[in-house]
């Protein structure tokens, strides 16, 4: 399976990381949440560096934003600029191979290298879902959304599998913009959209080339509603249903869960943090494609909670957060423009 996925395993999935300026958490290595406590440090780190999941996202960012519109030959190009520029953000083999056929200056059809992927099967990890956020952040209508996630993650992932989680986040996204405050309801919309778009006879032929069963993300929407039902459920038995791995159906679900479980107290996460910090602590406890999970969560939880809670130490000790504020700002007028 891991052949056809262009993202990567990361070797340091689950391990702690070093605290964050005032806040500090530990993790074992397999994920659970052994302590956690809120300090103030003395010498706060540098920022910390972002991954292949925040470098993409931009990229699709400045696109909408130069073009105002989605225009996929400029957002191919930015995010084949964005690797040659800065290579070493953990980007995928994959991908990677897709971006270099971009920069070809024989590549006529910005889809075709993603076609050509895997024996032409395309690929079905999550890259196109980690990025999507800036999607639903700059159209309003429902349609608009599907299509451009769709069509942006197509870009390098061309399976039904890959681009059908992009649309499940995008909507995912949209959806907390709109404050739904039901977790039942917020399920029930996303798994109407799913059962439609996984109806598609591609998408149907998809699933059973892998021995999967038919439309997987709705299946894995309704896990998400009895996990959430219970009263209590292990960080193991969250894995086992919904997975945490690199394909976007082992992990957009579980993003989701994340999001809808951290609206409530966790006895395990002091309540000294609000639900968004919450939101992150979780998803980074279940171990696996931690900084992806983490990703779609928190882009989740963003839309929904609002920068109210994203404390200024967090903000400070991410790269480049000045220059994202920026960009958010700039999406903000897009979105207006979009209504």
């Known amino acids: 399976m891991d052949a056809v996925l262009s993202q990567r395993e990361r070797g340091d999935k689950g391990r702690a990381r070093p605290p964050r300026n005032g806040v500090a958490f530990d993790l074992s290595l397999d994920g659970s949440l052994e302590s956690m406590a809120v300090e ?58 897709v971006f270099k056929k971009l920069l070809s200056p024989k590549c006529h059809d910005v889809y075709e290298p993603a076609r050509a992927q895997f024996n032409g099967k395309g690929s079905y990890g999550n890259g196109g879902a980690m990025r999507v956020a800036g999607i639903p952040l700059a159209y309003s209508n429902v349609q608009d959304v599907q299509k451009f996630a769709r069509l942006s993650a197509q870009l390098t992932h061309a399976s039904s599998l890959g681009y059908n989680g992009a649309i499940l986040q995008a909507l995912a996204v949209h959806l907390a913009l709109q404050g739904e405050s039901s977790s039942e309801h917020f399920l029930e919309q996303l798994l109407g959209h799913m059962e439609e778009l996984e109806g598609d006879a591609q998408a149907v032929l998809d699933a059973r080339e892998l021995g999967m069963e038919e439309r997987p993300y709705s299946c894995r929407l309704k896990k998400v509603g009895e996990l959430l039902d219970q009263d209590s459920v292990t ?16 992990s957009v679900p579980t993003a989701i869960y994340c ?75 897009v979105f207006q423009k979009n209504l």
């Open 40 to 97: 103030e440090t003395a010498n706060p780190p540098k920022a910390l560096y972002y991954t292949d999941d925040t470098a993409m996202a931009r990229a699709l960012v400045q696109s909408l934003l130069a073009k105002e519109a989605f225009d996929e030959v400029d957002m191919a190009h930015r995010f084949a600029q964005e690797y040659k520029k800065d290579p070493d953000r953990g980007y995928g083999a994959g991908v990677i191979t």
């Open 235 to 250: 960080r193991e038995e969250v894995v086992s249903e919904l997975g945490n791995g690199i394909a976007a159906f082992e």
């Open 259 to 333: 999001f809808l479980r951290c609206m409530e107290p966790d006895p395990e996460i002091p309540s000294a943090f609000n639900s968004l910090q919450r939101t992150l602590i979780y998803s980074v406890s279940l171990g696996g494609d931690t900084d992806t999970i983490a990703t779609m969560a928190g882009a989740i939880a963003g839309a929904y909670y609002g920068m109210d809670q994203v404390p200024e130490s967090w903000q400070q000790s991410c790269e480049g957060y000045e220059e994202t504020d920026v960009l958010a700002q700039n999406l903000h007028r």
